[in-house]
């Protein structure tokens, strides 16, 4: 499975960014997708899933900051940052679960044998 992301960067805090992910045009009516970071040294983490329903879920420390949508049209995933804070600085992933559409909680995400993965998009947030 080929996605793809875009639209990484540096900016400064409090900027904003727009992340892209391009996948196969089945994904967006067949399974959740999901946004996932991973910092220096840190776990990876998820930060925002839309499941197939449109209903969307966010990670406590993002909530009303992000907002993680989908052009089926375009096939594309987004997730428009703002207001970004240097701890936001990650690479980030876009993933595809076609298994349980992440329609686990929040906090006990797919196993990672049921997603697929883009190659990530560096974010940098300078103070």
């Known amino acids: 499975v080929q996605l793809a992301e875009s639209g990484g960067g540096s900016v400064q805090a409090g900027g904003s960014l727009k992340l892209s992910c391009a996948a196969p045009?089945?994904?967006?009516?067949?399974?959740?997708m999901a946004w996932y970071r991973q910092a220096p040294g840190k776990e990876r983490e998820l930060v925002s899933t839309?499941?197939?329903?449109?209903?969307?879920n966010y990670k406590d420390s993002v909530k009303g900051r992000f907002t993680i949508s989908q052009d089926n049209a375009k096939n594309t995933l987004y997730l428009q940052m703002n207001s970004l804070k240097t701890e936001d600085t990650a690479v980030y992933y876009c993933?595809?679960?076609?298994?349980?559409?992440?329609?686990?909680?929040?906090?006990?995400?797919?196993?990672?044998?049921?997603?697929?993965w883009g190659q990530g998009t560096q974010v940098t947030v300078s103070s």
């Open positions: 993933a595809v679960d076609c298994v349980t559409g992440f329609q686990s909680d929040f906090d006990h995400p797919p196993l990672d044998e049921y997603l697929s």
């Open positions: 045009g089945y994904m967006f009516v067949s399974c959740g």
């Open positions: 839309i499941r197939v329903d449109g209903s969307t």
